[in-house]
Nanobody
């Protein structure tokens, strides 16, 4: 059984910080490309950050310099540390893992940034 579970979302004021966690069971995230996506109401799901299986990172320009994706290998987790949060960062944040022709999604965690 493969499962991705996101946690760490919540309500924060503009300029604040949150750390999101993607915890995996059934797969080892170190062998997958792991992504964080965000979906806001009425908008497309947007890729924000990627950590691949050789530890290369990618960030969307909208979060570059503010968000950091990193791995806790011993706990089979990938995190997204978010700083300098803006109201436009509000949305549901999803963990996505892909490799071997397979894709997995978590259920999402809500992040709300108030002005």
């Amino acid at each position: 059984q493969v499962q991705l579970v996101e946690s760490g979302g919540g309500l924060v004021q503009a300029g604040g910080s949150l750390k999101l966690t993607c915890e995996a069971t059934g797969i080892n995230l170190a062998y997958y490309d792991t992504h964080w996506f965000r979906q806001s109401p009425g908008q497309e799901r947007e890729r924000l950050a990627t950590l691949n299986n050789v530890e290369t990172t990618y960030y969307d320009d909208s979060v570059k310099g503010r968000f950091t994706i990193f791995r806790n290998k011993e706990k089979n987790m990938v995190h997204l540390q978010m700083t300098g949060l803006k109201p436009e960062d509000t949305g549901v944040y999803y963990c996505h893992a892909a490799a071997y022709g397979l894709t997995y999604w978590g259920q999402g965690t809500q992040v709300t940034v108030s002005a």
